[in-house]
């Protein structure tokens, strides 16, 4: 639904008819930025999933070591995997390269995974947060690279980019070649189980 604000309501509800879904945006056009409290998503008990049934994934970017192209701003590799998804600058864990082109960051993990996707929280300012559209995210297995996917970001865009991947790794690389590169978390998640079907690509 569409949310019509109300001078000292504080709460919202939108029935959403009972749609079977993985993920809920909200998403705000006019331009400004976009704040929210808390945000509840109410299921019926009985349609919840059994826990058998949902993925488990862990992020295995936590903590490890990064590098990039260049540094400006004091916005150094290792703030994108710092566990700190603030989306602002002034938050000091964003990163940023000092080069409008020519840009990359990188990830090196702990030992080669299925990287079921890769998962890019965006800076939030109007200022800067379509500098994300266009970088391309890859995945890295010995001195062979595989691309994910491009991004592509505009007005409806969400600041939790999620990138599926579906390849196995030792690291991940993330390049934008038209603007600065800024990257304020990524996470890296690998399922707890590797679906049977891509087992055997390993």
């Not at 540094?71 to 290792?78: F, I, L, Q, R, S």
């Not at 994108?80 to 998804?85: E, T």
């Amino acid at each position: 639904g569409q949310l019509q604000f109300q001078e000292g309501k504080q709460r919202y509800m939108f029935n959403c008819g009972n749609h079977s879904a993985s993920e809920v945006s909200v998403k705000l056009s006019s331009g400004q930025s976009l704040q929210i409290c808390e945000l509840e998503v109410l299921v019926m008990e009985e349609n919840m999933p059994e826990p058998k049934d949902v993925p488990v994934f862990s992020n295995v970017a936590v903590k490890r070591p990064t590098k990039q192209s260049s540094v400006a701003w004091g916005g150094t590799a290792d703030r994108a995997v710092d566990g700190n998804k603030n989306k602002w600058w002034g938050g000091r864990s964003c990163t940023h390269t000092a080069q409008r082109t020519g840009n990359y960051w990188q990830v090196d993990l702990d030992q080669e995974d299925y990287i079921e996707s890769v998962v890019v929280h965006n800076r939030v300012e109007s200022c800067c947060s379509s500098r994300i559209n266009g970088a391309k995210v890859f995945v890295g297995r010995g001195s062979d690279w595989e691309l994910c996917d491009t991004i592509t970001y505009g007005r409806e865009s969400t600041a939790v980019i999620v990138v599926p991947c579906n390849k196995y790794g030792d690291k991940v690389k993330i390049t934008q070649d038209t603007n600065y590169l800024t990257l304020c978390e990524v996470e890296v998640l690998v399922p707890e189980e590797v679906p049977s079907e891509v087992i055997d690509e390993a």
